[in-house]
T-cell receptor
Framework: GENVGLHLPTLSVQEGDNSIINCAYS??????FIWYKQESGKGPQFIID?????DKRQGQRVTVLLNKTVKHLSLQIAATQPGDSAVYFC????????FGPGTSLSVIP | EAQVTQNPRYLITVTGKKLTVTCSQN?????MSWYRQDPGLGLRQIYY???????DKGDVPEGYKVSRKEKRNFPLILESPSPNQTSLYFC????????????FGPGTRLLVL
C-alpha cells in the first residue's frame, strides 16, 4: 500500500554536528515532497520542499536531497542547534498528501 | 500576522455530546484541510476543501463533518464523539491545493470520555 516512512524514529546529535533525517516513499508518481518541523505543543511548520524535477535543494542550513531511483528523500541540517530539537515529518504529494510518522531529533548541548 | 487559528486548543468531552472545533485563516487561501495526529500514525487527512462550498473526504472521514460557507473558516464537527476520536487535530490551509505548502494551526487536543 501507500507508505511514507522514516528509517529512524529517533535521532540524537551533538550540537554543531550535521543531522541527516531519512525518508522512504513508495509512490513513484509523487512529484512534490515537503519537510515539516513540529516543535512540542505546536503545529507542523514548513521547512523546505522539492519537486520531482530536482534532486537537491538548499535553504538556510537545510538541504533536501531526492533520489527518485530508490524513492528516498533526506533532510540535512548543518551545524545543528538546540532549537532544531523537534519532530521532523516528510510528506509526499501526488493527487493527495501523505505524511510520514516523523523522526524525533534531539540535540545534545 | 498570517496565521491559522483553531479553537478550542484543549477539549474534554463525553461520548455522544456534539462538538465543533473552529478553524480560521487570514491568508485568503482556497484550500483548507483537517488532520488528526495519533502516535505512530502520523498525520491523516479527515476532510479537505478546495474552495467555498466544496468539500471532500480524506482518508479517515468517518464520524466527522465539515462545512465551508466562507473562505476563511472551516469548522470540524463531531456529531456524536466516541473515545476513538480522542486525538490531536490540526487545521491547515494553502493557496493552491495539495501541491502547495500547507500552513498549520496550533492544534486542538481532544479527549472523549
Amino acid at each position: 500500500g501507500e507508505n511514507v516512512g522514516l528509517h529512524l524514529p529517533t535521532l540524537s546529535v551533538q550540537e554543531g554536528d550535521n543531522s541527516i533525517i531519512n525518508c522512504a516513499y513508495s509512490n513513484s508518481a509523487s512529484d512534490y515532497f515537503i519537510w515539516y518541523k513540529q516543535e512540542s505543543g505546536k503545529g507542523p511548520q514548513f521547512i523546505i520542499d522539492i519537486r520531482s524535477n530536482m534532486d537537491k535543494r538548499q535553504g538556510q542550513r537545510v538541504t533536501v536531497l531526492l533520489n527518485k531511483t530508490v524513492k528516498h528523500l533526506s533532510l540535512q541540517i548543518a551545524a545543528t542547534q538546540p532549537g532544531d530539537s523537534a519532530v521532523y515529518f516528510c510528506a509526499e504529494a501526488y493527487d493527495k498528501v501523505i505524511f510520514g510518522p516523523g523522526t524525533s531529533l534531539s540535540v545534545i548541548p | 500576522e498570517a496565521q491559522v487559528t483553531q479553537n478550542p486548543r484543549y477539549l474534554i468531552t463525553v461520548t455522544g455530546k456534539k462538538l465543533t472545533v473552529t478553524c480560521s485563516q487570514n491568508m485568503n487561501h482556497e484550500y483548507m484541510s483537517w488532520y488528526r495526529q495519533d502516535p505512530g500514525l502520523g498525520l491523516r487527512q479527515i476532510y479537505y476543501s478546495m474552495n467555498v462550498e466544496v468539500t471532500d473526504k480524506g482518508d479517515v472521514p468517518e464520524g466527522y463533518k465539515v462545512s465551508r460557507k466562507e473562505k476563511r473558516n472551516f469548522p470540524l464537527i463531531l456529531e456524536s464523539p466516541s473515545p476513538n476520536q480522542t486525538s490531536l487535530y490540526f487545521c491547515a490551509s494553502s493557496f493552491g491545493g495539495r501541491q502547495e505548502t500547507q500552513y498549520f494551526g496550533p492544534g486542538t487536543r481532544l479527549l472523549v470520555l
